[in-house]
T-cell receptor, first 116, second 114 residues
Framework: AQKITQTQPGMFVQEKEAVTLDCTYD???????LFWYKQPSSGEMIFLIY??????QNATEGRYSLNFQKARKSANLVISASQLGDSAMYFC?????????????FGKGITLSVRP | DGGITQSPKYLFRKEGQNVTLSCEQN?????MYWYRQDPGQGLRLIYY???????QKGDIAEGYSVSREKKESFPLTVTSAQKNPTAFYLC?????????????FGQGTRLTVV
């Protein structure tokens, strides 16, 4: 079974509007971390936001917020006031303990296009 | 400056050859990871390591090998057994499992079989 599921096809949003990118995850560990990364066409991976499984409040970083619904195992990224520079691929990831190791698994990503 | 460095940026390999991709970090991170990314696709985990001289297979380890002789270094060898090695390879590092910090990525190596 997939650990991280991102099923939305390419997403489009109008500049200055908000957009939500969906992510569901699957783990039986009580302790884990959830991440979102942005990958522009240059290929670099840019960290956006992190949510710990024990965090009581949803994480926020500037225009980015993470809508964490633990019971539903979802960790959706909300981008407010979209900008043209937000056009990129977005990846959801989960880090979980695997014995003495920590495994970091990514979803397949969502392409976001911001329209002027 | 602290960071994670991958080299080379571009690599061309003839069929049947082994090639090694370099990944070095000076962040004092325990965990290191190798991923493969195909065009328009997500990142698939090849190998990961938490401590020196120990590493684990990820989801697509066949045709690849790694070593972790030093904390700072985690080279990936793409062997001739890897049938379709042309892809973008990304290395990442992260702090120990006790602290769920972000993973830092290198700039990637684009490998092409010619």
């Amino acid at each position: 079974a997939q650990k991280i599921t991102q099923t939305q096809p390419g997403m489009f949003v109008q500049e200055k509007e908000a957009v939500t990118l969906d992510c569901t995850y699957d783990t039986s560990d009580p302790s884990y971390g959830l991440f979102w990364y942005k990958q522009p066409s240059s290929g670099e991976m840019i960290f956006l936001i992190y949510q710990g499984s024990y965090d009581q409040q949803n994480a926020t970083e500037g225009r980015y917020s993470l809508n964490f619904q633990k019971a539903r195992k979802s960790a959706n990224l909300v981008i407010s006031a979209s900008q043209l520079g937000d056009s990129a691929m977005y990846f959801c990831a989960m880090r979980e303990v695997n014995g003495a190791n920590s495994k970091l698994t990514f979803g397949k990503g969502i392409t976001l296009s911001v329209r002027p | 400056d602290g960071g994670i460095t991958q080299s080379p940026k571009y690599l061309f390999r003839k069929e049947g050859q082994n090639v090694t991709l370099s990944c070095e970090q000076n962040l004092n991170h325990d965990a290191m990871y190798w991923y493969r990314q195909d065009p328009g696709q997500g990142l698939r985990l090849i190998y990961y390591s938490q401590i020196v001289n120990d590493f684990q297979k990820g989801d697509i380890a066949e045709g690849y090998s790694v070593s972790r002789e030093k904390k700072e270094s985690f080279p990936l060898t793409v062997t001739s057994a890897q049938k379709n090695p042309t892809a973008f390879y990304l290395c990442a590092s992260a702090s120990g499992a006790a602290r769920w910090g972000e993973a830092f990525f290198g700039q990637g190596t684009r490998l092409t079989v010619v």
